[in-house]
């Protein structure tokens, strides 16, 4: 019976803890944090599309600046303000008046006034109307470079990963080969069959093999944090990557043949974007010449009395309207430098245009030579992993029944750990510089 309690407390114990340590893992997870279950390239690219501080800015400006805009636009409305006003006045204005002092005025006054203007012409409202969608369609490619950007890192810090990965497991399989190499050696040289530099050799090839792998990890741990911190993913929560190698290697075919497009570049979209937004500053400068016309009205309720107890018993109103027509004549040569200076920028901007093109013509150039290249080390790589298992089969085997040194097995050790490495490191860059064809071509967009 006592036995029984004890373990009915224990399990209450063990109960309360884990609730404890659940909690305290929930409080030190950061709001709106979220942690992916077999993470494909997909979902990391979906990931950091939703969680990446740059892309949740841009999204953030997008609200600000339509905001702004509707700022602006509400300068088209009537403006009504009310203005109350109370006034005692102390000593009242005397006047002179036939050799006798008059006093003017009384001892306390009030007002309620009423007033609204309303905009017919001015040169900020109408820009702010003539431009305010070439302003939201900035605000909206903004937003869309800087996911093209995050797409593009994060696959690549992705591919990065994928690679070092490779190098770990290709690592692990070469020491568990050398381990066998180093077992078999010792075998023959005890056995007086070889003498002791082939284990001398193999204990080297391993202890090698073990400090590179050691690098490799410590590389990964790096690399898989950047990829983190590019998505935007909770630091130092596991995240093991998933990823199907037959599936990428189906994904390596790009289209040489293709011919860059201006028009579909990020870039290209935003400058011409800039240059319809500087087209409609000259018209702004030019509009300088032109009045600006604005109509107002105001209805006052006037309140006379000394004394303050009565003060609001009598009204007397009093109401007006009329309009403002602001013609500006002379102001030193001001505008038209405005006009020269706008103009100017107006070029300049032109001139951007031909710069952006022939960058993006040279970054296209330089992106798919780096792709045909990539790919061509890719497939005369990929064979070349298959000779290598080959060779090495054969060598390991006419070691063991003392035809070849062990010379020669390290050799092919070696050979083949470096075409598994190079292979691997091989795919993910030619999928690496596929993205940046793609980018180059304007055919990645968010």
């Not at 740059?54 to 997008?62: F, H, N």
């Not at 069959?193 to 400090?211: C, E, F, H, P, S």
């Not at 109509?295 to 009093?318: D, H, K, M, V």
């Amino acid at each position: 019976m006592h036995s029984t309690r004890r373990t009915q407390r224990s399990l209450l114990w063990l109960s309360l803890a884990a609730l404890l340590l659940t909690s305290t893992a929930r409080a030190q997870q950061q709001p709106g944090d979220s942690l992916l279950t077999n993470p494909t390239l997909d979902k990391v690219v979906t990931y950091a599309l939703e969680h990446q501080p740059l892309v949740q800015q841009s999204i953030l400006d997008e609200a600000i600046t339509e905001k702004m805009i509707q700022g602006k636009l509400a300068d088209w409305y009537p403006q009504i303000n009310f203005v109350y006003n109370y006034q005692r006045n102390i000593d009242l204005q005397t006047s002179i008046i036939g050799g006798n002092p008059i006093k003017f005025g009384v001892n306390n006054t009030s007002a309620a006034q009423f007033n609204a203007t309303q905009t017919i012409f001015n040169r900020d409202v109408l820009l702010a109307r003539s431009t305010a969608s070439k302003v939201r369609i900035q605000s909206t490619q903004n937003t869309s470079r800087n996911k093209i950007d995050v797409v593009v890192n994060v696959t690549k810090a992705f591919y990065d990963v994928l690679a070092t990965t490779q190098q770990i497991k290709v690592g692990e399989e070469d020491i568990i080969r050398l381990e066998r190499s180093l077992k078999d050696a010792t075998s023959q040289y005890n056995a007086g069959v070889a003498d002791k530099t082939d284990y001398k050799r193999a204990t080297i090839l391993l202890a090698n093999a073990k400090a590179t792998q050691k690098t490799n990890r410590e590389m990964l741990t790096y690399k898989a944090e950047y990829l983190k911190s590019l998505m935007g993913y909770p630091p130092n929560s596991p995240m093991d990557i998933a990823y199907d190698t037959l599936q990428m290697e189906n994904e390596i075919a790009l289209d040489t043949t293709q011919t860059i497009s201006y028009s579909n570049h990020i870039d290209y979209k935003l400058l011409f974007t800039q240059r319809e937004l500087q087209e409609a500053n000259v018209k702004y400068a030019w509009w300088g010449f032109i009045p600006s016309l604005n109509a107002f009205g105001s209805y006052i309720l006037n309140y006379q009395n000394n004394n303050f107890g009565e003060l609001y018993n009598q009204r007397y109103p009093n109401s007006y309207v009329g309009a403002t027509l602001l013609f500006p004549i002379f102001q030193g040569g001001k505008r038209i430098a405005k006009i020269k200076e706008q103009k100017y920028a107006l070029r300049r901007t032109d001139w951007d245009v031909k710069q952006l093109q022939s960058s993006l013509s040279t970054e296209y150039t330089r992106s798919l030579a780096s792709y045909k290249s990539n790919l061509a080390s890719y497939l005369a790589l990929k064979e070349n992993v298959e000779l290598a298992k080959e060779v090495y089969a054969v060598i390991q085997l006419q070691y063991k029944s003392g035809i070849r040194a062990y010379l020669d097995v390290t050799v092919a050790e070696t050979d083949l750990r470096t075409a598994r490495i190079n292979y691997f490191n091989a795919l993910y860059q030619v999928l690496a510089s596929k993205m940046d064809v793609q980018k180059a071509l304007g055919q990645i967009n968010y």
